[in-house]
């Protein structure tokens, strides 16, 4: 069974356009839906109303000329595939038209069934490669904001844990050293000022108490220098 493509044939030439549908008749690779328009607003209510595989486009209409015909219908059709048909003498528009995004041109006179088949089918297998391509490049940009998002949010969280972490190290030195600060201080006075009342385990109570008082600091700074 026949690969039926439907093609808008953009020609207000009537002979040029009668001679493409009949090159395209002698295909027996594919069948050809042909769809003439002879003017740029005939071709644009038909591309509201109905869709095409591709688009073969003569630049010289009646209601648009040269290259800002192919331009226009690019800009409002980006994902049907254009083929220019030039003549002769306007071959270097065709190749504009190809440097603006066409893919490909076609020169009035110099097309056979054989080349015209060809330039068809080629030319929609490459804007179907670069359109794949376009939308692999578009998830892969979309996954890699993704992931430069986590990264982000990544290290948000790194950074309000550490600013935590400095905030629970305050307090373990405000709230836990100053307390041994004070009995430290205190069982040294009480060493001092009352040497003579308390007697030898009651003052080696107190040495214990200020040992392990400073040990106590030293292990509390031991814990907040390994945190940090």
């Known amino acids: 069974m026949y690969e039926i493509i439907k093609i808008l044939l953009i020609e207000d030439n009537p002979g ?12 027996m690779r594919a069948r050809f839906d042909v ?21 073969l486009l ?36 065709g190749e504009d038209a190809v440097m603006s995004g066409a893919q490909d041109y076609l020169i009035k006179g110099q097309v056979d069934p054989r080349l015209l088949v060809r330039a068809l089918r080629y030319s929609m297998e490459r804007f179907n490669i670069q359109k794949q391509l376009q939308e692999s490049e578009a998830r892969f940009r979309a996954v890699n904001a993704e992931l430069e998002d986590r990264v982000k949010q990544r290290n948000n969280d790194l950074e309000a844990a550490n600013q935590e972490l400095e905030a629970f190290s305050f307090s373990v030195s405000h709230v836990l050293k100053s307390p041994l600060g004070t009995i430290e201080e205190l ?9 003579n009342v308390h007697d030898a385990g009651c003052r080696d109570y107190l040495n214990r108490i200020i040992l392990a008082a400073k040990e106590m600091h030293q292990l509390i700074d031991s814990l907040l220098h390994r945190e940090r």
């Open 16 to 27: 040029d356009a009668r001679l493409i549908k009949e090159m395209l008749k002698e295909s």
């Open 35 to 55: 769809v003439n328009a002879r003017m740029k607003s005939e071709a644009s209510v038909l591309l509201a109303h109905n869709k095409f595989d591709i688009i």
């Open 58 to 93: 003569d630049l010289n209409l009646p209601d648009s000329y040269g290259i800002e015909t192919f331009k226009s219908f690019a800009k409002s059709y980006p994902d049907i595939p254009i083929v220019v048909l030039t003549g002769i003498e306007n071959e270097q528009m």
């Open 187 to 195: 069982s040294k006075i009480i060493l001092e000022d009352y040497d």
